[in-house]
């Protein structure tokens, strides 16, 4: 059983930072790609950063390219996403989410197979 656990979320000033951590167990993913997708209330979910778990792909939706960094921890399992700059339109539930299609940089939600419950993230003007 796959199981994905994200914290670190909660209230910052526009300008702060905040790290995500999302934990993940339940199989080896050395074959898998990770990723944060956000969904703010009234949207789409839409992809934010991933990484493959060897951690030669990586990428950003423009919206958070050079404020965002996704990194990996593979002694603890555990996928990050250290979030600077914040802006009020970054506040949305982030979830992580675990995609099979490892060879290349999945972008679709429908390509993930596992997700997190999600932590919530509310930038204040």
């Known amino acids: 059983q796959v199981q994905l656990v994200e914290s670190g979320g909660g209230l910052v000033q526009a300008g702060g930072s905040l790290r995500l951590s999302c934990a993940a167990s339940?199989?080896?993913?050395?074959?898998?790609?990770m990723g944060w997708f956000r969904q703010a209330p009234g949207k789409e979910r839409e992809f934010v950063a991933g990484i493959s778990w060897s951690g030669d792909l990586i990428s950003y939706s423009d919206s958070v390219k050079d404020r965002f960094t996704i990194s990996r921890d593979d002694a603890k399992g555990t996928v990050y996403c250290q979030m600077n700059s914040l802006k009020p339109e970054d506040t949305a539930v982030y979830f992580c989410?675990?995609?099979?299609?490892?060879?290349?940089?999945?972008?679709?939600?429908?390509?993930?197979?596992?997700w997190g419950q999600g932590t919530q993230v509310t930038v204040s003007s």
């Open positions: 989410a675990v995609s099979p299609k490892y060879w290349y940089v999945p972008m679709a939600s429908s390509e993930y197979h596992y």
């Open positions: 339940g199989r080896s993913f050395s074959r898998y790609y």
